[in-house]
């Protein structure tokens, strides 16, 4: 069973950077894709950027240019690097981890940009 834990939430202003990172609790798991999806209150869960095992990179047009995910030195680590953030990104940022037939998730951790 692997498991993800976030990390880098917190405040900001807008304007601000911020990176997050995810790290999975082991190496072993084969993960073929690492996302990270953000949920806004009263919204639905919306993917934020998308990178495989062989480093292609999806990211969610309105977000393109001020996020960027890339993958850890450490092997099953994803970051996000997000800059320019606006309040409108306030939302609990979540790593998902894909694994053939299996998909992880993490708690979760909060951003939130003030104006």
């Known amino acids: 069973q692997l498991q993800l834990v976030e990390s880098g939430g917190g405040l900001v202003q807008a304007g601000g950077s911020l990176r997050l990172t995810c790290a999975a609790s082991?190496?072993?798991?084969?993960?073929?894709?690492m996302a990270w999806y953000r949920q806004a209150a009263g919204k639905q869960r919306e993917v934020v950027a998308l990178?495989?095992?062989?480093?292609?990179?999806t990211n969610t047009d309105s977000m393109k240019g001020r996020f960027t995910i890339t993958r850890g030195n450490v092997k099953n680590t994803v970051l996000l690097y997000m800059n320019n953030l606006k309040p409108e990104d306030t939302a609990v940022y979540y790593c998902?981890?894909?694994?053939?037939?299996?998909?992880?998730w993490g708690k979760g951790t909060l951003v939130t940009v003030s104006s």
């Open positions: 082991e190496r072993v798991v084969p993960v073929t894709h």
């Open positions: 998902n981890a894909l694994s053939p037939g299996m998909a992880y």
């Open positions: 990178v495989t095992s062989d480093g292609d990179i």
